[in-house]
């Protein structure tokens, strides 16, 4: 059984993510190109600085643009922007070397009714997939959804065993609705793939230390190595080295 160290990335908005990678054993999540703008703009100085961060660790996941970005929107030509971007970002995550891409859902529920978005999501994805490799692993991570079923609708619909969730606790916690975070974890336990690690206050998108907020992670974390086994996880927060400080204590690594 993979050891869960062995399945832990640090995301690269973390100070000093390549180097505590380097230090702890761990991947990196490459967040560089979060933003669109990077790929278009200076981007010799970013492809740099994600080259010197590759040096560090031989393990990588590509976090994909997200601004802006809806497969669903209800303009045809915002729909024709969002695949051109997230086309472009596969392409400079391959020539990387890497396979595996988080991608948000782009739902933004005070906008789309929600059976639209749904209807419509799962056309763009299944097209996205359409000219990819078998080894290509593509995570869809929640946002502002109130709850796992308009995603878990999604991936289930597209029924496709490269799409798969990244389960995002921090912003579960955040705007979940009539269900508890330990629920939604167990309901969509089966279809994760990754898990993105990071607390708040329950009201603030803090991407604080694990030990910093009010989500008792560690149940969550051991609901998840049981019924996830093979999910990877990304601190997602400025301050990773409290976080490694709190898996150590915790006994996870």
Not at 87 to 114: D, F, K
Not at 136 to 161: H, Q
Not at 172 to 201: C, G, K, M, P, Y
Not at 226 to 251: H, R
Request: hydrophobic share 40%; proline share 4%.
């Amino acid at each position: 059984m993979t050891n869960f160290i062995d399945k832990l990335y640090i995301s690269t908005v973390a100070e000093n993510a390549a180097e505590l990678a380097k230090k702890h054993g761990l991947g990196l999540e490459i967040a560089e190109f979060c933003t669109a703008y990077n790929m278009d703009n200076d981007f010799e100085t970013w492809d740099l600085l994600v080259r010197e961060h590759m040096k560090k660790t031989n393990r990588f996941t590509f976090h994909a643009p997200l601004n802006e970005l809806c497969p669903a929107a209800i303009d045809p030509m915002i729909v024709e922007v969002a695949m051109k971007r997230f086309n472009q970002a596969y392409e400079l995550m391959r020539g990387y070397g890497i396979n595996t891409m988080i991608v948000h859902s782009g739902n933004l529920p005070i906008l789309y009714n929600i059976n639209w978005f749904i209807e419509h999501s799962i056309p763009f994805w299944k097209e996205f997939l359409s000219d990819k490799p078998e080894d290509l692993r593509l995570c869809i991570e929640n946002l502002f959804e109130t709850g796992p079923s308009p995603i878990v609708d999604i991936v289930n619909a597209v029924n496709d065993e490269r799409f798969r969730l990244c389960l995002d606790l921090g912003h579960a916690e955040i705007f979940r609705e009539d269900i508890t975070l330990l629920q939604w974890t167990n309901d969509v336990a089966h279809l994760v793939s990754h898990v993105h690690l990071h607390n708040n206050d329950g009201i603030n998108d803090s991407h604080s230390a694990a030990n910093d907020g009010i989500i008792d992670l560690a149940p969550i974390i051991k609901t998840l190595t049981d019924k996830a086994p093979q999910a990877t996880y990304t601190i997602e927060s400025i301050d990773a080295e409290s976080t490694i400080k709190w898996l150590i204590d915790e006994n996870f690594i």
